[in-house]
């Protein structure tokens, strides 16, 4: 890199920043010497991230105001020390929760604005968004106005800022089989909208297999498909072997106890399958009794992975450069391995061949001007 360039650079990386400004973090340290810059810098993409999970709670309290709701807490504080949970139902018992707040087109509009911003000023310049119809659709709000909303959103942050993103539909496992299948007939409609189906919510004694012909009518529409294997879940081994053989998924999201087996791991290298893990909630597993981080055994085990935020909202608002710079540290991971993981998500995207290649083209780029191609 030139010494303009690199001046450039850093004075952009030191800039003032706020929540949803479109401007990077502030770094002080120069590049060269610090590895957070290196990955504010980097070029992104964005797989695993749950747009209600990105519901911060000053956004909370806003559209309560707004739609005449009452939160049962005394300021923003109050609300986010009760973001305690010890596992997957506890969480998800507080995450649907926060959910009540969005009823009107407008909440999902600034919603998935709010995280585009977010994601932007970190530099992602793609991202594939998850969003649970059916926890809407059953407290009465149209499908048209959730769908209607993120597109909408979409489709200004594309043209204001420039990051581009798409939509996946999740289904939620521990709802019946039925109401899922409601939820996808009322989405098709918007199949424009949509890029793919996954599965998500609590997994046990919910096999991905109840969903299988969920995944063939989505796949029939064009859609892509992939699903959750949570970590250390009851019969996790036997679910990832369901999503990848049963249901041939094009990704699985976390998915860290493949590490354990190393016949899924060969029949998940041989279909390329991608991980789209999340080191926030579950970065570390237990392999032969000893504790393994999952980023650095995927790698290591040659696993296509990636390294997604989730639900940043609840997960202490840690967005994809946080958790970048955590795994970095856990991991080890070098500047090389960084860009692989990167590269690894530019080539995953369900995109266009032209469009990945521009992707592939500025984080190419963006490695050789940093030393790290």
Partial sequence: MNLSRRTLVQAALCAPAFYGSGAARALAAPPAQDMAAFIAAMPKAEYHVHLEGTL??????????????????????????????????????????????????????????????????????????????????????????????????????????????????????????????????????????????????????????????????????????????????????????????????????????????????AIARKRDVTFTVCPTFSGQIMVAGKPVDVVRGMLDQGLKVTINSDDPAYMGSEYVNEVLVKAQARGNLTKAELVRIERNAFDTAWIAPERRARFQARLGDFAREWGAA
Avoid: W
Avoid at 110 to 123: E, F, G, P, R
Avoid at 231 to 248: C, F, G, P, S
């Fill in 56 to 265: 911060e709670a000053e956004m909370k309290f806003a559209l309560a105001q707004r739609n005449g709701l009452k939160l049962p807490y005394a300021d923003v504080a109050a609300m986010k020390r009760s973001y305690v949970y010890h596992d997957l139902p506890s969480f998800l018992a507080i995450y649907y929760d926060g959910m009540n707040v969005l009823l009107k087109e407008q909440d999902f509009y600034d919603l998935a604005y709010a995280y585009l911003a977010k994601a932007h000023s970190q530099n992602v310049l793609y991202a594939e968004m998850f969003f649970d119809p059916q926890q809407h659709i059953d407290r009465g709000i149209p499908v048209e106005a959730v769908i209607g909303g993120i597109t909408r959103a979409r489709a200004d942050a594309q043209a204001k800022l420039g990051i581009e993103s798409q939509l996946i539909l999740c289904f939620m496992r521990d709802l019946t089989a039925d109401n899922a299948m409601k939820a996808l007939d009322a989405a098709l409609p918007y199949r424009d909208s949509l890029v793919g189906v996954g599965l998500d919510s609590d997994e046990k004694d919910n096999p991905p297999g109840k969903f299988a012909a969920h995944f063939a009518k989505a796949r029939a529409a064009g859609l892509h498909v992939t699903a959750h294997c949570d970590v250390n879940q009851k019969d996790t081994l036997d679910h990832i072997r369901e999503a990848l053989v049963d249901l041939a998924v094009d990704r699985i999201d976390h998915g860290g106890n493949i590490l354990q087996s190393p016949e899924l791991m």
